[in-house]
């Protein structure tokens, strides 16, 4: 998600009341930049503390090495349970089974929504928005530790395939009002 997409960065169009609220409470950046743009070598890098080009991680769909120190790794030595909950995009395109990179629960999105959790997967029977599901994974996650813990989030949406978000939110806001930022052409899809 772009930091200008929040009305409390300044945009208008959007209604951000928690994130709004967050950022006043909190610490709100204004200026941050990241070491690459790209999902998948993004993600390493965030978890690894690490550049892209010394995990491997330069590009979308690798499989980053089970060699990589996390900070879930970290954390679980420090007696932290962990969990990372949403999009993973780590383990390359024909990766089978996913792996854990330190967490000791990880709810993920592929397709179908599953949570990973000490010892295998459990498929989710509501096959709602993601990020609905995401949440109240990440919700039972919290309900569930039983000593000090952290929880990473990454929602999958704003993110491609755009057609997941439930109908309700389409009726949110009137496309013909919307200000798109000058780089962004005024295409349907748009």
């Not at 096959?127 to 039983?146: P, V």
Request: glycine share 8%; net charge neutral.
């Amino acid at each position: 998600m772009r930091a200008r997409d929040m009305a409390c960065a300044g945009n208008a169009d959007v209604a951000t009341p928690n994130l709004d609220r967050l950022a006043a409470s909190g610490l709100h950046f204004t200026n941050a930049t990241s070491c690459i743009l790209v999902c998948t070598p993004a993600r390493a890098n965030l978890l690894t503390g690490r550049f892209p080009l010394t995990t491997g991680m330069f590009l979308n769909d690798l499989r980053m090495s089970t060699r990589e120190r996390t900070i879930a790794h970290v954390l679980a030595e420090e007696g932290y349970e962990t969990a990372y909950v949403g999009k993973w995009h780590l383990d390359g395109v024909a990766a089978g089974r996913s792996r854990h990179r330190g967490h000791d629960v990880r709810g993920m999105l592929r397709g179908t929504p599953c949570l990973l959790a000490r010892g295998g997967y459990a498929a989710d029977p509501a096959r709602g928005c993601a990020t609905d599901w995401e949440t109240d994974t990440a919700l039972s996650c919290i309900d569930g530790f039983t000593k000090p813990w952290a929880l990473m989030l990454s929602w999958s949406t704003p993110h491609n395939p755009y057609h997941q978000l439930p109908e309700c939110w389409y009726r949110v806001y009137d496309p013909e009002r919307l200000k798109l930022p000058p780089n962004t052409s005024d295409m349907p899809e748009n």
